[in-house]
């Protein structure tokens, strides 16, 4: 087992690490040991094949489909992986891991498209005991589902970075290669990233006052939010344009809501539906966590079955469609920013 490279990430005054390995992922000694082994597998199929790692561990004595039984929690329609429950410590000692994420990406997309699901799905995690600080992976989807090393690497370190940036308490995510030709496939890929991942420091201040999280199909009450928070003298980021699905729009998310003191999600079957709004929520979910503030606002405004981690938060009731309430919603939001408008 080797350390071939690693790249490094600031934010928030800390300093995380993405390191690159060539080994065997069932072989992590007590020095190597991590609190979570993230795996891969097409929808419900767990069969332990030769060359897989399933298939690996399997021969072990772990079985993947035995703790896809009595999986901790299923994200799989939001975030494309399940979370096991604790391994028993006869396993979490001979395999120096403590639980098993499994990304199973074709629930939601092509794998290099929904990659950074894997770390959205950790985001409701973030207060759990004992903690997940330390997590190790292959790189998934290049071996038995055939995706070329670059096409999951490349989009993998990138959501990664940007997560650990904004304080996602995961301070090492070792990616693993096993044979020789992916290991070199993976070093070349993986040194283009780290030249592009320059660390960026964190302005004094905020350029806007507050980000509007919404659905496309709630473009409505999303510009009317924006229109009452502008006449109360609000700088107001509201995106009109429709991102691409793909990779590109991580990237702009996280620049936009850098830059936001505050936001407003706009709660809907369209909302919890939607990758980019999922997105922009477990953003602010981390970011909130990191900083110990209020950053979400939620304002209800359909009837919808939310995730546990939403429905925690304290929202304003605007079921269903009433807009005569958004301008009482929005009279919170200006208080709570603490200057005068």
């Known amino acids: 087992m080797s350390l071939l490279d690693v790249i490094e990430v600031h934010g928030n005054g800390q300093t ?41 561990l399997f021969r072990m004595g772990l079985s993947v489909e035995t703790l896809a039984q009595d999986k901790a929690v299923d994200l799989r329609q939001s975030f494309s992986c399940w ?29 290099p498209d929904v990659v950074g699901d894997i770390f959205r799905a950790l985001s409701p995690f973030l207060g759990d005991e004992p903690p997940i600080r330390s997590a190790a992976m292959p790189i998934v989807a290049a071996g038995d589902q055939g995706y070329p090393v670059a096409a999951i690497l490349d989009p993998l370190v990138e959501a990664c970075a940007n997560w650990m940036g ?64 502008s006449n109360a003298k ?24 850098d830059n936001c003191e505050k936001m407003i999600a706009l709660y809907s079957p369209q909302y919890i539906e939607s990758k980019i709004c999922q997105e922009e929520f477990n953003i602010a979910w981390t970011r909130a966590r990191e900083e110990e503030s209020q950053v979400i606002f939620p304002i209800y405004w359909e009837t919808t079955r939310l995730p546990t981690y939403m429905n925690m938060l304290n929202f304003t009731d605007c079921r269903e469609h009433d807009h005569e309430r958004l301008p009482d919603a929005c009279s919170k939001l200006v208080a709570s920013l603490g200057h005068a408008k």
């Open 166 to 229: 904004i304080g996602l308490p995961l301070e090492v995510l070792k990616i693993f290669t096993f044979s020789e030709k992916s290991a070199a496939e993976a070093a070349d890929a993986f040194a283009r990233l780290k030249t592009g991942l320059e660390p960026e420091k964190r302005r004094p201040g905020y350029e806007h006052d507050v980000f509007i999280s919404y659905s496309r199909k709630n473009a409505g009450p999303g510009e009317e939010l924006a229109s009452i928070l």
């Open 16 to 56: 995380r690490r993405i390191e690159l390995h060539a080994g065997d992922l069932t072989e992590l000694s007590p020095d190597d040991a991590v609190d979570l082994l993230i795996l891969s597998a097409f929808p419900d199929d767990y069969i332990p094949t030769r060359t897989s790692l399933i298939g690996s």
């Open 83 to 111: 979370m096991s429950q604790p391994l028993l410590p006869e396993y979490a000692e001979l395999l120096n891991f403590k639980r098993i994420l499994c990304f199973e990406p074709l629930v939601r997309g092509a794998p």
């Open 234 to 257: 609000l700088n107001v980021y509201i995106d009109v344009q429709s991102l691409d699905k793909g990779a590109a729009w991580q990237p702009h998310i996280f620049r936009a809501l």
